[in-house]
C-alpha cells in the first residue's frame, strides 16, 4: 500500500471503531468549561460506603410535583454554603413549561454564570468533581444529567461524555433521580439507595400521583381511562381560566380561575376523598368527576347497581383488590353504590373501606378483596 491508501485504510478501521462501539470515551466532546485536574468538590455530611449508587437511568418527568424534594434542596445548599456564589436560582417550577425535572421539584438551577470569572471558577470544580471517574460522584448524589454553557453531560450515557446542548450559560441545571431528589442516595445517607422509579402514570392521558415512598418496581403498562372529559388538562402554573374557576367552586377554592399553590392542594384533597390519582393535576379524570357533564365517553355507561352485581356474580372466584385500576374496578364501583364522582376505576382506599363494611357486615374476613363470598352478600344486601 502508497502512504495514501494505507492513510485512508486506517481512518476507515478508525470509522468502523467508532460505527461499532460508539466514541471512545477520549473521543468524546470537550467540556463547558475548562475543568481543573484536582477539584475540591462537596463534602458529604455521612461517611462514604465503598459501593457506589448504581447510575441512574433517565427517569423523565412524568408527574406534576411542584414541591422542592429534600435532596434538591439539600445539593442545592451545598453548593451555595461550599462555593459562596449561585443563589436565587430554583428548584420548582409551573408543569407549563414542557418536560421538566423541574416540574417534579427534582431539578436545580445553580446560578453561576460563564462570564463571571470566580462563578464559571465554582462551576467548573463542581462539574470535575461531579463527572470525574464515570461520574462516581455523580452516581453517589444521584444527578441524572448536567447542563451547563450549551453542553450536556450524562449519567446513563456516560461514555459519550459532553454532549452539544443550548442555552445555560448563566446556571448549572442538575436534574436528580428520585433516589437523588429524595435524599436517599449513598452521599446523604451512607447507603447505596435501592431502585426509585418515581411516580407512574396508570391510565393514559394521566400524569403519575404522588407518593413519597420510592417505587422499588418499574411502572405498570398504561390502561385506558374509564372516563375521558371534553376538558383539557389544567396544571399547576395555569392562569386566568374559565374551567379552573368552576372547578374551584366545587373544590371550595376562591374563585380565581389560577392553579395556584392552594388549588393545587384542594385539587389532591377532592382526589383522594374521591379515590381518583393523586396527580394534583385537573385530569380528564378529575373533570368526569368534578363535571360530569363534561364526560366524552363512560367505558361503564348503562351499567345499573343490579347490572353491575350480576356482572360480579358472573366472574367465580376471581378477585379485585387494591390497588388495581380499570374498567373492572368502576363496575365494582358501581355495584357498592358508590356515587358517580367516585366511579373512577382506582380501588385505593375509598373502595376497599366500602368493601371492608360489606365484610364486617356479613362476618367476613376484612381483607378488602373482593371475591365470590363478597358478590354473593352485596346481591344479598341489594336484592
Ligand atoms: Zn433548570
Redesign the pocket.
Known amino acids: 500500500m502508497n502512504r495514501v491508501s494505507r492513510r485512508a485504510a486506517t481512518v476507515l478501521a478508525a470509522l468502523v471503531v467508532v460505527i461499532a462501539f460508539g466514541l471512545p470515551a477520549g473521543a468524546a466532546g470537550s467540556p463547558p468549561v475548562t475543568l481543573p485536574k484536582d477539584p475540591d468538590g462537596l463534602e458529604s455530611p455521612v461517611t462514604l460506603p465503598s459501593a457506589v449508587d448504581p447510575p441512574a437511568r433517565y427517569i423523565p418527568q412524568s408527574a406534576c410535583w411542584p414541591t422542592d424534594k429534600a435532596g434538591s434542596v439539600k445539593l442545592r445548599d451545598l453548593l451555595r454554603t461550599t462555593y459562596k456564589v449561585g443563589g436565587g436560582g430554583g428548584i420548582s417550577r409551573s408543569c407549563k413549561e414542557g418536560v421538566s425535572e423541574?416540574s417534579d421539584g427534582r431539578?436545580i438551577?445553580w446560578m453561576v454564570d460563564v462570564k463571571v470569572v470566580k462563578e464559571k471558577a465554582a462551576a467548573a470544580d463542581f462539574i470535575a468533581w461531579a463527572t470525574a471517574d464515570d461520574g462516581r460522584n455523580a452516581r453517589r448524589l444521584g444527578i441524572m444529567y448536567i447542563i451547563y454553557n450549551k453542553k450536556i453531560w450524562s449519567i446513563y450515557r456516560v461514555k459519550d461524555g459532553w454532549r452539544t446542548s443550548s442555552g445555560h450559560t448563566d446556571h448549572v441545571?442538575i436534574s436528580l433521580s428520585w433516589a437523588g431528589a429524595r435524599g436517599n442516595t449513598s452521599f446523604w445517607t451512607g447507603k447505596v439507595a435501592g431502585e426509585d422509579y418515581g411516580p407512574c402514570a396508570v391510565f393514559h392521558k394521566l400524569r403519575g400521583a404522588l407518593r413519597d415512598a420510592p417505587r422499588t418496581t418499574p411502572c405498570p403498562a398504561l390502561v385506558p381511562l374509564v372516563k375521558t372529559s371534553a376538558r383539557g388538562d389544567r396544571v399547576f402554573g395555569d392562569k386566568g381560566s374559565s374551567t379552573v374557576k368552576a372547578a374551584q367552586k366545587v373544590l371550595g377554592v376562591k374563585q380565581t380561575g389560577n392553579v395556584d399553590t392552594t388549588t393545587w392542594k384542594a385539587i389532591l384533597a377532592y382526589q383522594k376523598d374521591n379515590e381518583l390519582r393523586q396527580t394534583g393535576v385537573l385530569d380528564q379524570a378529575t373533570w368526569a368527576s368534578i363535571q360530569p357533564s363534561s364526560v366524552k365517553t363512560d367505558a361503564v355507561s348503562g351499567y345499573t347497581r343490579a347490572k353491575a352485581i350480576d356482572w360480579g356474580l358472573d366472574r367465580g372466584s376471581a378477585t379485585l383488590k387494591p390497588v388495581t385500576f380499570g374498567k373492572d374496578v368502576a363496575i365494582l364501583q358501581i355495584a357498592l353504590g358508590m356515587p358517580a364522582r367516585q366511579q373512577n376505576g382506582v380501588f385505593a382506599d375509598v373502595t376497599e373501606a366500602k368493601v371492608k363494611k360489606l365484610q364486617a357486615d356479613h362476618d367476613l374476613k376484612q381483607d378488602g378483596i373482593m371475591g365470590a363470598a363478597e358478590w354473593k352478600a352485596l346481591a344479598a344486601d341489594v336484592g
Do not use: G, P, R, Y
Open positions: 423541574h431539578a438551577d441545571h
